[in-house]
């Protein structure tokens, strides 16, 4: 517990060095010119670097660009207190579902599902079936369980007892949907012994609420699975539970006995509540250690926790490759906010239309796609042509090293979200170990937060 608490309180010194970085919205890039709140050192180097080079700030290795000190001083700490985000190939305790193989059958587990979610889903499963195998539980609850993938690869694939709790009723009901038509192709391809071992999974539709009780969950569980009394064990397990949703299910293993071990991958960070947003909440989604509760300055920003959540690899690579077409939409976007402050000084970020940049889209084709259907619609195309705007859009490598910046801090406000929640399991006696179980490019979301009660 010491080494996780002193990384995290050199994260948050770091953080409170750098906040003016994390605090800024690129979209705000004209407006409050966010070019010159950087150090003059930084730039001229970032005025002279060519941008393809640039991607070695978001490196997790030694850099060869000649970096001003300070800069090269901060990517040095960041490696340093920052929870690696590359996973080990091959993983620890390789534990494989043979099921997912078969010719007949592996298109029913994984039909419709996108290749980012299937690695995710082999990964878990894979990773929660171990769970199991060293600690016995008598079945697994999955929150967010949504149509089942991960519950049937656990229910058919491994012969695990797996209750959903899921709140929308249309998904359970897709989930049972697709259970039974997988056990009527296992029936045509499989002998009986070979599905001797199928465990239909249990769909609940429930809400998980910050303040749903132990004894509530405790009873719907007992009566989703037609328990007669508290006697019985199991694992949490969830993947990618949205917002407040992570540290609630969190809670509630700690507060259940029967619960034993724990497996989940968060996301969304900046949905989660903090006392800033929500300064009447009794329970908040950051902070949750009691290390941080009684720490002043270790609040994070809507702002901070949001870049947390982008695709720091998949950046890199398009940096890399030359890719700035598609990286100028941020100069599009800073352009548009522009215009629309100074017709509309109150309307401040509002929201605009996602626009898929295309090469040799103009700003103009930009904005009417951007605005259409808000009040903006209306704006007299000449305003579109000032000379402000053709300065700014002409800035648009100042945009792509910002933004490079603050995706270079973006690891750290994660590992202090990921320390915080360490701590808090660790407070409440539990073995607790994070790291990295998805290839970052097709997962950015990819540490794992294992727990144990001892």
Known sequence: ????????????????????????????????????????????????VQLENLGELLQNENTQLSLPSDLKCLQHELRKLCVSRVPKNPPDNSFPCLLL???????????RVKPK?????????????????????????????????????LGYGYGLRVCCYEMQADLNQQATEIDLKLESMAAKHLSQD???HFQRPVHLTHRL?????PEQFLSSIRMALQLTDDNFRFGVIGLHPCGNLGPTLMRMFVACPQAKFLNFVGCCYQKMTTQ??????????????????????CQLSYEARE????????????????????????????????IIVHQFPELRHCALRNVKYSPGMTFHEYFQKAVQGTRFEGLDSRILKKEQTETDLANWQQIVSFYTLRLMMAPLVESIILYDRCLFLMENECQVQIKAIFDPRLSPRNHITSALKT
């Open 194 to 196: 070979a599905t001797r």
């Open 276 to 297: 800033a947003t929500h300064p009447r909440g009794q329970v908040h989604g950051y902070p949750l250690s009691r290390v941080l509760k009684d720490k002043s300055g």
């Open 1 to 48: 517990m010491l080494v996780i608490r002193e990384k995290l309180e050199k994260s948050l010194e770091l953080l409170q060095k750098y906040e003016w970085l994390l605090n800024a919205y690129v979209l705000d890039f004209f407006i409050d010119d966010h070019w010159g709140t950087l150090p003059e050192n930084w730039q001229k180097y970032l005025e002279s």
């Open 307 to 338: 870049i947390s959540c982008h695709a720091i690899e998949v950046y890199h690579d398009r940096l890399l490759i030359g890719d700035y077409q598609h990286l100028r939409i941020h100069s599009l976007r800073a352009a548009a906010e522009r």
């Open 101 to 111: 193989d078969h010719p007949k059958l592996k298109h029913v587990f994984l039909k």
């Open 117 to 153: 979610k299937q690695h995710e889903i082999i990964r878990m499963a894979e990773i929660c079936a171990l769970s199991q195998k060293n600690t016995p539980v008598d079945f697994i609850v999955d929150f967010g369980a949504g149509v089942g993938h991960l519950a049937r690869v």
């Open 209 to 213: 609420e910050s303040t749903t009780k």
